[in-house]
């Protein structure tokens, strides 16, 4: 098979790491891809939500399958766009169709969706411009901390936590008066707060059968213990060490089977992957959100414990057979942790070198916001490199991270040195 990757991160160079090991794989693309992908794979300097390009490539390059990594492609319909063109709708598209993908692309939608098939979540009540006014009196019924989300798609920075009414209020209208988060946040979903910790599940679906994968942890802060700004994910950890057996069946049965029933039932088309997010509250899973594609950096820990071919799984989904694979998960830890540029999530530099990668031994670093230069590996996004080990124990995991991550450098290169301390 030709297969083509869309996305430039580290959960791309992740899923070109696990592609490019089976036979299935005659040829792969990735589009726009970076260092990491470079070196397995042939990069195509085409973006994510250009859609005509990709069109020509596949054609031109007799393209089997795409896999698409982020979400603003599939919010913007790309399957749908390869099933409405009599030339690509052959081509198998993993991902979901736009209707089901507004479960990540509007909050408001995934809300009323969990409302309606009595999937546990928090509660919550939506706003806009118009009715602000109502929003600060909904505040008022609520009790700290405040949790305010964006509608629509924010680049993982549009979920604000406050413990002050006052600013909780302020904020509220920045998001919708003053469009802090742009048409993002033209609606406001407010909900009440749950305390517990949180974790991630992830589902590979055919759009009726299902496979539940290996959970996984991640660290949104940037700061030591879980402080400081947010941002896309310091490091990951899986498995879960609280997720005892009892607490995924719990997963399973309140969660993951009545998403996907309710997919049905809600004739929204779906073939790839869930992402759900769950905070453990007490003894019970619930849920935060949805994202209709892989976490990243959770990917960097999941497709590391995956031991099937990653192709064949991805083929039975575009088939509907997913029923007819048992899942093969290493029973090794995995961990990964980020490396970010000096100054992120805010304002950071880009264009610094990054060395010492020929010196790395027993992890996998992939590549996310990194790409050649004149020949050498530079910084181009503000998380700059995952580093993934496999451990007997998460401890253990982590140790062979950490001794690797010192063996690399970039200016002004920060990283979480506490990844896996709260468990």
């Known amino acids: ?5 869309l996305g430039s ?31 397995i794979a042939e990069n195509v300097a085409i973006g ?50 736009k209707a089901a993908a507004e479960l990540e692309g509007s909050k408001e939608f995934a809300k009323e969706f969990l409302f309606r098939h009595n999937i546990p979540t928090a509660a919550y009540k939506s706003f806009n411009k118009s009715n602000v006014e109502e929003g600060y ?4 019924t609520l009790t700290a901390p405040y949790v305010l989300k964006a509608d629509g798609l924010a680049a993982g920075k549009g ?18 008066v003053d469009s802090k988060f742009g048409a993002a946040s033209t609606k406001v979903v407010i909900e009440e707060f749950l305390d517990g910790i949180e974790l991630s599940c992830f589902v590979l679906t055919d759009g009726t059968n299902y496979k539940v994968l290996p959970t996984a942890k991640d660290y949104k802060r940037i700061g030591e213990g879980d402080t400081g700004l947010n941002t896309g994910g310091m490091g990951a950890v899986s498995p879960v060490p609280f997720a005892t057996d009892e607490f995924l069946e719990k997963i399973e049965t309140r969660i993951v089977k009545p998403t996907i029933e309710g997919l049905i039932k809600d004739n929204l088309p779906y073939k790839g992957f869930v992402f759900i997010g769950l905070i453990k509250v007490g003894d019970d899973p619930m849920v935060i959100e949805y994202n ?40 090794r830890a995995a961990t990964t942790v980020m490396t970010v540029s000096g100054g992120y999530p805010e304002a950071y530099e880009k264009g610094k070198e990054i060395t010492g990668l020929e010196n790395i031994e027993g992890s996998i670093p992939f590549h ?5 230069k004149d020949g050498k590996v530079v910084t181009t996004g503000g998380r700059v490199l995952a580093m993934t080990s496999y451990g007997n124990t998460y401890q ?23 990844i896996g301390f709260d468990l």
């Not at 009196?137 to 008022?140: I, Q, S």
């Not at 996310?368 to 050649?372: I, K, M, N, P, T």
């Not at 253990?396 to 450098?409: F, R, T």
Request: charged share 30%.
């Open 1 to 5: 098979m030709t297969i083509l990757i």
């Open 9 to 39: 991160g580290g959960r791309e160079h992740t899923f070109a790491w696990k592609i490019s090991q089976s036979p299935l794989c005659k040829k792969l693309f990735v589009a726009p891809g970076n260092s990491g992908t470079a070196a």
């Open 48 to 97: 994510v939500t250009d859609f005509e390009a990709i069109k020509n490539l596949v054609l031109e390059n007799n393209i089997d399958m795409v896999v698409v990594g982020p979400e603003d492609p599939l919010v913007q319909g790309v399957h749908d766009f390869f099933l409405n063109d009599d030339k690509l709708k052959h081509v198998a598209v993993i991902g979901p169709e």
């Open 137 to 140: 009196a909904f505040l008022e």
């Open 159 to 176: 979920v604000l936590i406050l413990s002050d009414l006052d600013e909780a209020k302020d904020e509220l209208k920045a998001m919708l």
């Open 292 to 331: 209709v594609r892989m976490g990243d950096p959770e990917t960097e820990v999941v497709l590391p414990r995956l031991k099937n071919d990653f192709v064949e799984l991805l083929q039975a989904v575009a088939n509907g057979t997913l029923n007819e694979i048992d899942l093969e998960i290493d029973e």
């Open 368 to 372: 996310a916001g990194a790409d050649l």
């Open 396 to 418: 253990e995991a982590i140790k062979k991270s950490y001794q690797n991550i010192e063996k690399l450098h970039f200016d002004k290169m920060y990283y979480r040195k506490d």
